[in-house]
């Protein structure tokens, strides 16, 4: 059981460039969620999947898109990368009606 | 939503117990209050939740205020493993988990 899987653990972009982060579990979940940590910060909701072929934005969505691909798998894009979005990105994933919520290891973003 | 106050920080002695306060003055009824754990570059992890009653598992015990105004996350014998910023949430009706900047816990050989 590898539980959330995030891909890749560190990426160095320079401004303008786009990329997607990839997040998949193993666990069956429904939900799933995109979060960005900024340096000395607590966590905050970018965007997150309710369930499969729906998603919601949370309280920071401006300049990323999401996908959520199929049950396992739920991607985050910046189309178009910003020296604001430098931060530590984590996925989580949980199973409708039970509290716990599963975090991946994440991935360092530094946009140049 | 509604907000939750922690100190900054708290130190405490290896096997002592560790007393986390947390305020919430405006939980509404049907908030769930969370506890997750961030250790060094780490993603966080579940600790505990309660609504109304007080709650232990095996990683701590939580204490709910009877009014739920306020709560306290107890760590009963810290080792160094424990030593990670901890979080203390407010789950509202849409699930959507807001971290705070936490109290970070030093423990002390």
């Known amino acids: 059981n590898a539980g959330v899987t995030q891909t890749p653990k560190f990426q160095v972009l320079k401004t303008g460039q786009s990329m997607t982060l990839q997040c998949a579990q193993d666990?069956?979940?429904?939900?799933m969620y995109w979060y960005r940590q900024d340096p000395g910060m607590g966590l905050r909701l970018i965007y997150y999947s309710a369930s499969e072929g729906t998603t919601d934005k949370g309280e920071v969505p401006n300049g990323y898109n999401v996908s959520r691909l199929n049950k396992r798998e739920f991607s985050l894009r910046l189309e178009s990368a910003a020296p604001s979005q430098t931060s530590v990105y984590f996925c989580?994933?949980?199973?409708?009606?039970?509290?716990?919520?599963?975090f991946g290891s994440g991935t360092q973003l530094s946009v140049l | 939503d509604a907000k939750t106050t922690q100190p900054n920080s708290m130190e405490s002695n290896e096997e002592e117990p560790v007393h986390l306060p947390c305020n919430h003055s405006?939980?509404?009824?049907?908030?769930?209050i969370h506890w997750y754990r961030q250790l060094p570059s780490q993603g966080p992890e579940y600790v505990i939740h309660?609504?109304?009653s007080n709650v232990n598992n095996r990683m701590a015990s939580l204490a709910i205020a009877e009014d739920r105004k306020s709560s306290t996350l107890i760590l009963h014998r810290a080792t160094l493993r424990d030593a990670a910023v901890y979080y203390c949430?407010?789950?509202?009706?849409?699930?959507?988990?807001?971290f705070g900047a936490g109290t970070t816990v030093t423990v002390r050989a």
């Open positions: 989580a994933s949980r199973w409708t009606g039970l509290e716990k919520l599963f």
């Open positions: 405006t939980i509404s009824g049907t908030d769930y």
């Open positions: 309660g609504l109304t």
């Open positions: 666990m069956n979940h429904n939900s």
């Open positions: 949430i407010l789950r509202g009706f849409f699930y959507k988990l807001s």
